[in-house]
C-alpha cells in the first residue's frame, strides 16, 4: 500500500499564519486558506492519478488533509472571534466525512457540539467558520447541537442517528466529544438494535426503488445504486450500531461479534469492492469536474481508459469496464444477503420455528419461520444440492416468500449448481422451475422470473449453465438497452409470465390470445432463456445461440422436437421485429418470403410471444402503439398466407375489395366524382392504407381541388397506434420529401414511418407518421398549427433547412448521447422485392437524419417508394424501398457503388459543416 503523508509544504503557510505575532485580517487569511485548499486538492490527485493510491487510499487522504484545514480554521476562528469563557465547542466531522473518507468534491459534514447555555459568542464562532468555508468554494452541511439535543434529535430521526454513528472529532473541546460518544452509545444500546435495523432496510429499499432495483442499470449510481457504495456504508453501519465494529475483518471467526457472521472471503470480498468502488468514484468525479454520482455512457468510456481497460478480443474496454463494475456490484449484494439475515440473528436471536410447520414440509427438509420458508436445521444444501431447486418449488407452490436465512443459504451454496450439471432431477426441478409444474397447470401465478431471478443473483444459475454465466454483468454500450443480457433476459421472462397472467391484454392483445393455444410451451421458455445467450462472444449472437440450444437443451431433458424448436426460436427470435419495423409490409414479396420462413402457424405464434416480450424487456419506452400495430399487421399477413385463405400475390381482388369499401364510404359522392378519385391511385397506393384512412385522403384532395390550394396538409392524431398521421397533398416536385421530412425534424417530431404516393394525375400524397420525444403522438393543436406552418415554409423556400436542423441537433442531443459511436453502413438489396431496390441506412440518429439521407438518395436520381424509420436507442435504422427514373430496380454495379458513398457522405456529416440538403429531393 502506497504511504499516505501529507507533502510538506502544504501546511506550512498556516502554520506559519497561525503562529505570527499579528493575527492577519481576514482576506489575506482567505486567501492562505484557499491556496492551502488547492494545495491539498492538487496533492490528492496527484497521488491518486501518478503515484498508484486507490480511491479508497485517496479518499483517506483527502480526509485527512481536510481534517488539518478544518482545526487550523477554528484555531484562526477562535483567535478571531471574542471568547465567552462558558462555551465550550468541540467540532466534529459526521457522514462520510466522519468515516475518514472524502471524496474530490463531495460535502464536507460538521457538527458544532456545544456545552453550557447557547452564547452570542459561540453563534460568531460558527458563523465565522460557515461562511469562511463557503468562502473557500466548500460544500458544507452542518448542524450546531448540544449534547442533549444531539440525543434527542437522533431519537427521533434515524438520518441524524446514522451520520452521529460516524461522528469524529477534529478539534476542540476533546472530552466534551467524549461525553457526547458515551452518552450517545449508551442511548444507542437502550434502543435496542430491532428499530435502527428495520429503519435502515426501509432507507435502503426506498432509495432502491428511486435509483433501479437491480445493479445492472447500463447507466449506474456508484453511491445510491443497488451494490453500490451506499449499501456497503448501510452493511458497517448495521455492524457499527449492534457490535460497535469499524471493520468487516472484525467480523470473522467464532470469536468475532455475532459468532463469525462473515467468512473471511467474504470480508475480503468488502473490502475488495470498496476499494473499486471508490477508486470509480475518484475516477467519476475528476472526470466529470463535479460530485458526480452516475456512470453515464459519456463518461464510461473515459472512466474505463482511466482505470486501464483496454480492447480485449472483441470486446470494447469499455464493455470490460462495466462488466467488471457490475460483478463487483453483484458481489455487494450478495454480501448483503449473507450479512444481514446472520446480523439480525445474532442481534435479535434466531428465527422462531413455526409449531404449524406440517410434517410434509418438514420431510422435504424445510421448516416455516415468520411465515417465510426456509432450510431445516441439519438440511444444509450441502447433503442434497437440488434442495437449492426443491425450496424454490416449495415456495412458488405454496405462495410462500424465502427466510432471509434461505436467501444466504443458496448465496453460499452457489458452488454445488456446478455438481447438478447432468443430474437428470435437478434438471427436471430446473424445468418445473422455470415453466410451472403440469401440477401446478401452468398457474401464472408461478411467476418463474422471480424464481430465475433468484437464482441468478444468488450465481447458481451460472454455475448450473456455464453459458448463462458468460452473460452476467455482459452489457453493450448504447442508450437502447437498460439492463444487463441476464437482467434482460429475466424481464423477458416475467413478460411471459405477465401476457400469460393476462395482464397485457389492452398492450399486446394478439400475443394474450394466442398464448393459450400454443402446443411448445416449454420450448417458448427455454428459447427465452437462450435467446440472447451467445451475445459478446462475437459474430451473430442468433447463430451461435441456436447451435448452444442444440447442446443445452437435451441436458435439461428437452426432447428432440423441443430442442429443434428452442434452436429455431433462437436463430429466428429478431425476424418478426426486423420485419415489421424495416421492411414494407405492403409488399407481397416481403411477405411470402417470411411465411416461407416460418412455415408453420405454432411457429408464427412462438415468434410473436417471444417478440412481444423480448421488445418490452429492453427498456419501458421501447414498445409503443405503434410497435403494436405494426406487429399485429404482419402476424395478421402471414398468418392469412400460412392458414392458406386469401394469397398476397392476389393484388387486384384485393385492391377491388378495398375500391368496394371505399365505394360506400363515399356513397353521398356523385358517382363520376367517385370514379375519378378511385383512378388516382396506382395498385400499391391501395394496398398500402386501410379503407377509413382512404376516405379521410379522398375528402382532403375534393376539397383542395374545390379552393384550388396549391398545399394542403392535414394531421391526425391516431392515440391507439401512438403516432400522429400527416399527410401532405401537392403538385409532385423536386426536394418534396426531403424539404418536408426536414420541417418534420424542425418541429420536433420524429418520423416512424413514411408512404410516398404520386397520383396517376402527377399529384403527391405524402404520408408520414411520427411521434413525439416521448414515443407518443402529436396532440397538441398548437404543436400541429405549428407543423404545418413549418411544412409550407420548408416547400416555399422560405425555412433555411440545414442552419434550422443544426440548431434542433444541437439541443436536442444529450452530452451524454454524444459518447455513442455508430458506425454508418449501407447495405442494398435487390432481392427483397420484386419491384424495387432496398436500402437500408445504419446511423446515429440525430433531427434531420432522414431529411440528409433522402437527399442523398434524390440527387442520385432515384424515387422513394416508402420509407421505414427505426431507432435502437441513438442508432437510426432506416429502410427506403427506391426505383429509378423508369421505374425499374437499380441493379447497375457503378451507380450502386456511387449509391452507397453518397449515402455513407449523408451519414457523416462533419462538425463543422451543415448537414447537406438536396439539389433534387425525392419525390
Known amino acids: 500500500m502506497p504511504e499516505m503523508t ?41 497521488r491518486f492519478e501518478k503515484e498508484g493510491l486507490n480511491g ?17 480554521l477554528l484555531a484562526y476562528t477562535l483567535k478571531s472571534v ?46 465565522f467558520m460557515l461562511y469562511f468555508l463557503w468562502d473557500l468554494g466548500l460544500k458544507v452541511g452542518h448542524a450546531t447541537r448540544s449534547v442533549s439535543e444531539c440525543l434527542s434529535e437522533a431519537k427521533g430521526d434515524v438520518t441524524i442517528r446514522t451520520s452521529l454513528l460516524d461522528a469524529r472529532c477534529l478539534a476542540g473541546d476533546r472530552p466534551l466529544f467524549a461525553e457526547f460518544q458515551t452518552a450517545f452509545r449508551a442511548d444507542c444500546a437502550l434502543e435496542g438494535p430491532s428499530e435502527y435495523i428495520t429503519a435502515k432496510q426501509a432507507e435502503r429499499d426506498a432509495r432502491h426503488k428511486r435509483f433501479g432495483d437491480t445493479p445492472f442499470m447500463v447507466e449506474p449510481n456508484v453511491k445510491e445504486g443497488r451494490g453500490g457504495l451506499r449499501d456497503l456504508q448501510t452493511l458497517y453501519w448495521l455492524a457499527r450500531y449492534v457490535f460497535n465494529t469499524f471493520a468487516m475483518s472484525e467480523l470473522v471467526g467464532k470469536e468475532a461479534p455475532g459468532g463469525g457472521i462473515l467468512t473471511e472471503t467474504e470480508a475480503r470480498a468488502c473490502k475488495r469492492a470498496w476499494e473499486y468502488l471508490w477508486t470509480v468514484r475518484f475516477h467519476l468525479h475528476y472526470v466529470a469536474g463535479r460530485a458526480e454520482e452516475r456512470l453515464t455512457f459519456d463518461l464510461q468510456p473515459v472512466v474505463g481508459a482511466r482505470m486501464g481497460y483496454t480492447r480485449h478480443g472483441r470486446q470494447d474496454g469499455v464493455e470490460r469496464f462495466m462488466r467488471h463494475y457490475f ?27 413455526a409449531a404449524e410447520t406440517d410434517k410434509a414440509l418438514i420431510s422435504e427438509g424445510f421448516v416455516l419461520a415468520d411465515g417465510q420458508i426456509l432450510f431445516a436445521p441439519g438440511h444444509d444444501p450441502a447433503t442434497d444440492p437440488t434442495s437449492i431447486f426443491r425450496i424454490l418449488i416449495e415456495a412458488r407452490d405454496r405462495k410462500l416468500e424465502l427466510h432471509p436465512l434461505a436467501r444466504r443459504a443458496l448465496i453460499r451454496s452457489a458452488h454445488l449448481g456446478a455438481e447438478l450439471r447432468g443430474n437428470k432431477d435437478a434438471a427436471a426441478l430446473f424445468m418445473n422451475l422455470l415453466c410451472g409444474s403440469h401440477e401446478a397447470g401452468h398457474d401464472p401465478e408461478c411467476n418463474s422470473a422471480l424464481w430465475m431471478g433468484i437464482l441468478n443473483e444468488s450465481g447458481i444459475l451460472g454455475r448450473f ?3 448463462w454465466r458468460r452473460i452476467v454483468g455482459q452489457m453493450q454500450f448504447d442508450t437502447y438497452h437498460v439492463y444487463t443480457v441476464d437482467v434482460h433476459t429475466v424481464q423477458c421472462i416475467r413478460n411471459l409470465n405477465t401476457i400469460e397472467a393476462g395482464s397485457l391484454k389492452e398492450i399486446a392483445p394478439i400475443a394474450s390470445d394466442l398464448i393459450g393455444q400454443i402446443q411448445s410451451r416449454r420450448a417458448l421458455y ?15 449472437h442468433s447463430v451461435l445461440g441456436a447451435e448452444l440450444a442444440l447442446t443445452v437443451c437435451p441436458t435439461l431433458g428437452l426432447s428432440a422436437e423441443e430442442t429443434e424448436m428452442v434452436s429455431w426460436l433462437v436463430l429466428h427470435h ?3 421485429s426486423q420485419t415489421a419495423f424495416s421492411r414494407d409490409i405492403d409488399d407481397p414479396k416481403t411477405i411470402l418470403d417470411l411465411a416461407d420462413t416460418i412455415q408453420s402457424p405454432e411457429r408464427l405464434r412462438l415468434l410473436l410471444i417471444l417478440t412481444v416480450a423480448d421488445i418490452r424487456a429492453v427498456s419501458p419506452k421501447v414498445w409503443n402503439g405503434w410497435k403494436a400495430t405494426l406487429l399485429r399487421e404482419l402476424y395478421a399477413r402471414v398468418a392469412e398466407v400460412l392458414e392458406g385463405g386469401l394469397s398476397t400475390t392476389e393484388r387486384d381482388t384485393r385492391i377491388a375489395r378495398v375500391k368496394d369499401v371505399v365505394s360506400e364510404l363515399l356513397a353521398d359522392w356523385a358517382p363520376a366524382e367517385r370514379d375519378d378519385f378511385l383512378s388516382l391511385g396506382y395498385p400499391s397506393y391501395w394496398l398500402g392504407f386501410d379503407p377509413e384512412s382512404i376516405e379521410r385522403h379522398a375528402r382532403m384532395i375534393r376539397d383542395a381541388r374545390a379552393r384550388h390550394a396549391p398545399l394542403t396538409v392535414q394531421t391526425e392524431p391516431l392515440p391507439a397506434r401512438a403516432v400522429t398521421e400527416v399527410v401532405v397533398y401537392t403538385a409532385d416536385h423536386a426536394g418534396l420529401f426531403s424539404r418536408i421530412a426536414g420541417a418534420l425534424a424542425i418541429a420536433g417530431a420524429s418520423i416512424v414511418d413514411a408512404r410516398i404516393h404520386t397520383l396517376t394525375d402527377g399529384m403527391a400524397l405524402d404520408t408520414f407518421w411520427i411521434q413525439d420525444a416521448m414515443g407518443g403522438p402529436f396532440d397538441t393543436p398548437h404543436r400541429l398549427a405549428r407543423l404545418a406552418t413549418l411544412i409550407e415554409q420548408a416547400l416555399s423556400g422560405r425555412l433555411r433547412l440545414a442552419s434550422e436542423i443544426r440548431k434542433a441537433t444541437k439541443s436536442v442531443v444529450p452530452a451524454r448521447m454524444r459518447a455513442m459511436h455508430v458506425p454508418p453502413r449501407v447495405v442494398v438489396d435487390n432481392r427483397a422485392s420484386n419491384r424495387h431496390t432496398v436500402i437500408e441506412v445504419n446511423g446515429r440518429d ?11 438518395i434524390s440527387e442520385e436520381g432515384l424515387q422513394i417508394a416508402s420509407a421505414h424509420v427505426t431507432t435502437y436507442g441513438v442508432r437510426a435504422v432506416d429502410v427506403f424501398y427506391v426505383k429509378d427514373v423508369f421505374g425499374m430496380k437499380v441493379e447497375n454495379e457503378r451507380k450502386l457503388y456511387q449509391l452507397r458513398q453518397a449515402l455513407l457522405a449523408a451519414l457523416t456529416p462533419t462538425a463543422e459543416d451543415p448537414p447537406p440538403t438536396a439539389k433534387r429531393p425525392a419525390a
Do not use: N
Open 82 to 127: 471574542p471568547q465567552d469563557a462558558r462555551s465550550r465547542l468541540a467540532v466534529a466531522a459526521t457522514g462520510g466525512y466522519g468515516r475518514a473518507t472524502l471524496a474530490p468534491f463531495s460535502d464536507i459534514d460538521l457538527l458544532f457540539l456545544y456545552a453550557g447555555p447557547p452564547s452570542r459568542a459561540l453563534d460568531q464562532a460558527v458563523q
Open 846 to 856: 440525430r433531427p434531420g437524419l432522414l431529411h440528409d439521407v433522402t437527399a442523398a
Open 526 to 540: 427455454m428459447a427465452m432463456v437462450m435467446h440472447d445467450i451467445a451475445k459478446g462472444r462475437g459474430g451473430d
Open 327 to 353: 460483478l463487483m456490484v453483484r458481489e455487494v449484494a450478495r454480501v448483503t444477503a449473507v450479512f444481514e439475515p446472520a446480523l439480525i440473528r445474532a442481534a435479535l436471536g434466531p428465527p422462531a420455528i
Open 465 to 467: 449453465l456455464p453459458d
Open 574 to 576: 429478431l425476424l418478426l
Open 6 to 46: 501529507k507533502s510538506p509544504e502544504i501546511a506550512h503557510e498556516l502554520a506559519l499564519l497561525l503562529t505570527a505575532p499579528e493575527l492577519p485580517l481576514r482576506e489575506a487569511a482567505l486567501s492562505a486558506f484557499r491556496r492551502q485548499l488547492g494545495r491539498l486538492q492538487s496533492h490528492v490527485q496527484l
Open 56 to 72: 479508497l487510499q485517496a479518499a483517506r487522504l483527502h480526509s485527512r488533509l481536510m481534517d488539518e484545514l478544518v482545526s487550523a
